[in-house]
């Protein structure tokens, strides 16, 4: 297997995996994860987040889960005040290590056409695939290049969701990435996707690395 080509790069580089340097260092910030629920008939359903971290935003407010009346085209509403929503918001800063052992290397002015195809190859509609590129084009097309790497369980282990019922498919979409001024070699990632049957919840987020 093929690894990162060496560089010189002002943080902590291991062979196999990228991560927010050891010591006191608040570590990377994990930036808008939005939920989104899609029952099969109107439900009130209950969200847990687990996460290894200190939480810095969320809205609706968060305080120990959240509670909604989700609705099948997905619309969010608070039970006790009517407002609705279109999807669960949090942000926070831990310190998890992200796997950048396999990714791709992406020149910054290709970046749109690359979220448009890894993000419906991971199971994200148009309109879900449209917010995310929106939220993180702007930091990410101005770069010489970016190295990308679609999160697993160093993610999800870091930041377990709860959800009350249970959805029939959960589909996580978590993009750790970092600018560079110069491209690396990284083996290819595969990246798949559930099926979306029944009760589908999707969430989408992301980190980036700083250098």
């Known amino acids: 297997m093929r690894k990162l080509v060496p560089l010189t790069l002002a943080f902590c580089l291991l062979a196999t995996s990228l991560a927010g340097c050891a010591g006191d260092d608040p570590g990377p910030l994990t930036a808008k994860p939005v939920i989104y629920l899609y029952p099969e008939e109107e439900t009130q359903v209950s969200v847990t987040l687990d996460f290894d971290g200190e939480l810095t935003s969320t809205y609706p407010a968060y305080g ?56 419906a190859e991971q199971g994200l509609t148009e309109q879900e695939a449209n917010e995310f590129i929106i939220y993180w084009l702007p930091k990410m097309e101005h ?56 009760f589908t919840a999707v969430e989408w987020g992301g980190a980036e690395v700083e250098r």
């Open 64 to 119: 120990d889960s959240w509670t909604v009346d989700a609705s099948p085209d997905g619309t969010l509403t608070d039970p006790d005040t009517g407002r609705q929503y279109y999807c669960l918001f949090w942000e926070g800063i831990g310190q998890t290590e992200y796997d950048f052992s396999t990714g791709f290397c992406v020149a910054g002015e290709n970046t749109t056409a690359f979220l448009e195809n890894a993000l």
């Open 143 to 198: 770069n010489p290049y970016n190295l990308i790497s679609f999160q697993q369980e160093s993610y999800t282990d870091s930041a377990q969701l709860t959800i009350d019922p249970a959805p029939d498919t959960l589909i996580r979409v978590f993009m750790a990435w970092q600018g560079l001024d110069q491209p690396v070699e990284v083996e290819p990632q595969s990246l798949t996707a559930p099926e979306r049957t029944g």
